[in-house]
Nanobody, 125 residues
Framework: QVQLVESGGGLVQAGGSLRLSCAASARTFSNGFMGWFRQAPGKEREFVSAISWSGGNTDYADSVKGRFTISRDNAKKTVYLQMDSLKPEDTAVYYC??????????????????WGQGTQVTVSS
């Protein structure tokens, strides 16, 4: 089966930074794009960011635009989420996902085929 392995979460103070990584199998990177979602306690899973495999397109939720940066390393089969100026409301479990579908469906969690196990991000005041 395809595996997505996430890392980089942790506990930081408000205003700090974290860099999340998602290492994927070669088969997974044949998909069209990768996405990041997050789920906070008592809330539904929400879209954070996405990046296309070959076209260089990126997308960000309004809540993180200007603070988060998504990128990927094709040789390492890895996607990254650089998170700067973190806020307490960013506290959540962050998941990476792979999708063979269309770019227009990038914000829809149910359209993704493969998911990582999640990594905890906690931002304190």
């Amino acid at each position: 089966q395809v595996q997505l392995v996430e890392s980089g979460g942790g506990l930081v103070q408000a205003g700090g930074s974290l860099r999340l990584s998602c290492a994927a199998s070669a088969r997974t990177f044949s998909n069209g794009f990768m996405g990041w979602f997050r789920q906070a306690p008592g809330k539904e899973r929400e879209f954070v960011s996405a990046i296309s495999w070959s076209g260089g397109n990126t997308d960000y939720a309004d809540s993180v635009k200007g603070r988060f940066t998504i990128s990927r390393d094709n040789a390492k089969k890895t996607v990254y989420l650089q998170m700067d100026s973190l806020k307490p409301e960013d506290t959540a479990v962050y998941y990476c996902a792979a999708d063979p579908s269309t770019w227009g469906r990038r914000r829809i969690d149910t359209e993704y085929d493969y998911w990582g196990q999640g990594t905890q991000v906690t931002v304190s005041s």
